[in-house]
């Protein structure tokens, strides 16, 4: 049971970080010539996969949190992630936005995992 409990979260803080790693690198290859801005045109669909990841992530973990302040910053942190992400391309800011509301995901996933674990071990003990 811990298992499935936890892996929303496992994956909302892994494809947080490879977001991350994603916004990063990719800049830094097309300014270094490795890709042209033609092909990083036609990567957009990059974009929509990493929020499907997170609104699932965020869906997942929050339907198993009992936190209700933890949920409701969960959503409000995809809904600020996938707002940057789809206004990147119009607000240079933006792009440091969605880094920043992923680091928060990260954080929020991390202490949803952590909350899991202190229940599942809790009730494994008094069982």
């Given at each position: 049971?811990?298992?499935?409990?936890?892996?929303?979260?496992?994956?909302?803080?892994?494809?947080?970080?490879?977001?991350?790693?994603?916004?990063l690198?990719?800049?830094?290859?097309?300014?270094?010539?490795?890709?042209?801005?033609?092909?990083?045109?036609?990567?957009?669909?990059?974009?929509?996969?990493?929020?499907?990841?997170?609104?699932?992530?965020?869906?997942f973990?929050?339907?198993?949190?009992?936190?209700?302040?933890?949920?409701?910053?969960?959503?409000?942190?995809?809904?600020w992630?996938?707002?940057?992400?789809?206004?990147?391309?119009?607000?240079?800011?933006?792009?440091?936005?969605?880094?920043?509301?992923?680091?928060?995901?990260?954080?929020?996933?991390?202490?949803?995992?952590?909350?899991?674990q202190?229940r599942?071990?809790?009730?494994?003990?008094t069982?």
């Amino acid at each position: 049971m811990f298992l499935a409990d936890t892996k929303a979260d496992t994956i909302g803080i892994l494809g947080s970080i490879f977001c991350l790693i994603h916004c990063l690198i990719f800049p830094v290859l097309v300014m270094g010539g490795m890709l042209n801005e033609e092909w990083s045109s036609h990567a957009e669909w990059v974009d929509f996969i990493f929020i499907i990841l997170a609104i699932s992530a965020v869906f997942f973990a929050a339907r198993q949190s009992k936190n209700n302040t933890l949920k409701g910053l969960m959503w409000f942190s995809v809904a600020w992630f996938s707002a940057s992400i789809l206004l990147h391309e119009t607000f240079n800011l933006a792009l440091y936005s969605s880094m920043a509301a992923s680091v928060v995901l990260v954080v929020l996933h991390s202490i949803n995992f952590k909350n899991h674990q202190q229940r599942f071990h809790t009730k494994n003990a008094t069982a």
